[in-house]
């Protein structure tokens, strides 16, 4: 089964045609207004935009993006009614409410990429007290191998070099973290 490109008629479609449109250079995609998020077709095409449509985030930020359009023709029908004082008035209070849309929007993105280093810190943090502890065993069986003979000293070495590995692949980890 081939991949499914973007049809022209989706956005004359009542379903999509409020929050869909293509991608340019990208016909195996299709675009969320509201969203702002790219949705691959694939094998799925339009399904795929049914589904979107039904997740819980795109839901929410249609109702807002409707809600907000139409008090903005609410407004418009206002200004056009309304004296040019009020006129003016109406239009700083449009600009008002899509500077403060803005700035939420803008202070979403910062809170969620502050979360997001927040996890990566926490997984670091956790990969390397797993190496200090792992390390603190080592030592402990260093020690005991020092303090015992025959078979004991190559068990306890062995259990040493096992946990030495563990630790050379968790600082591995890290790194691949870091990345």
């Known amino acids: 089964m081939g991949r499914c490109t973007f049809d022209p008629l989706w956005r004359e479609d009542e379903k ?5 449109e293509s991608v340019e250079g990208d016909k195996y995609s299709a675009h969320c207004k509201v969203c702002k998020k ?3 077709l694939a094998s799925m095409g339009k399904n795929s935009l049914y589904s979107h449509a039904r997740s819980e985030k795109h839901k929410p930020n249609l109702q807002n993006a409707t ?3 139409q008090e903005k023709d ?3 029908k206002l200004l056009q009614q309304a004296s040019p004082k009020a006129g003016t008035r109406i239009k700083y209070r ?3 409410e899509a500077e403060k849309k803005k700035d939420t929007e803008e ?3 910062k809170r969620q990429a502050e979360e997001d280093a927040k996890k990566d810190l926490d997984k670091r943090r956790n990969v390397l007290e ?3 502890h792992q390390e603190e065993a080592v030592e402990k069986h260093m020690d005991a ?3 015992s003979t025959g078979s004991k000293v190559l068990s306890e070495v062995m259990k040493a070099n096992a946990l030495r590995k563990a630790i050379k692949e968790k600082k591995q980890s890290l790194q691949d973290l870091s990345m």
């Open 107 to 109: 202070a979403c993105k």
């Open 16 to 20: 999509f045609k409020d929050w869909i």
């Open 130 to 132: 797993g190496a200090i």
């Open 74 to 76: 609410q407004m418009r």
């Open 94 to 96: 449009l600009h008002l």
């Open 38 to 40: 790219s949705i691959a």
């Open 145 to 147: 191998a020092e303090n």
């Open 67 to 69: 809600k907000f359009a």
